[in-house]
């Protein structure tokens, strides 16, 4: 079992930048890929980013990429999204995950959840 705890999250004006974390217990932590996911008021939770468990390989969502980047330090037991030029639709709370599966997209394919954080994208 591993526990996560997102961070990072704020009010920011639309083409600003934000960096979130998230922080992995548990000596495992490197044998999982990393997702990261969000959620919008009244809508699905969806697929944002993955990193594979060595952070060699990567995979976004058409809507962020080349604004956002996942990273991980595996010895700090830490995942990261730099997310840049955000947008009004960017706002929601942001969610990162475990996954035993290569590089997937899918919600239930991921085991372990962190609170989220709340990223709220200003005009």
């Known amino acids: 079992q591993v526990q996560l705890v997102e961070s990072g999250g704020g009010l920011v004006q639309a083409g600003g930048s934000l960096r979130l974390s998230c922080a992995a217990s548990?000596?495992?932590?490197?044998?999982?890929?990393m997702g990261w996911f969000r959620q919008a008021p009244g809508k699905e939770r969806e697929f944002v980013a993955v990193i594979s468990w060595s952070g060699g390989l990567t995979f976004y969502a058409d809507s962020v990429k080349g604004r956002f980047t996942i990273s991980r330090d595996n010895a700090k037991n830490m995942v990261y999204l730099q997310m840049n030029s955000l947008k009004l639709e960017d706002t929601a709370v942001y969610y990162c995950a475990t996954s035993t599966r290569w590089m997937t997209v899918s919600t239930r394919d991921y085991d372990n959840w962190g609170q989220g954080t709340q990223v709220t994208v200003s005009s």
């Open positions: 548990g000596r495992t932590f490197r044998r999982y890929a």
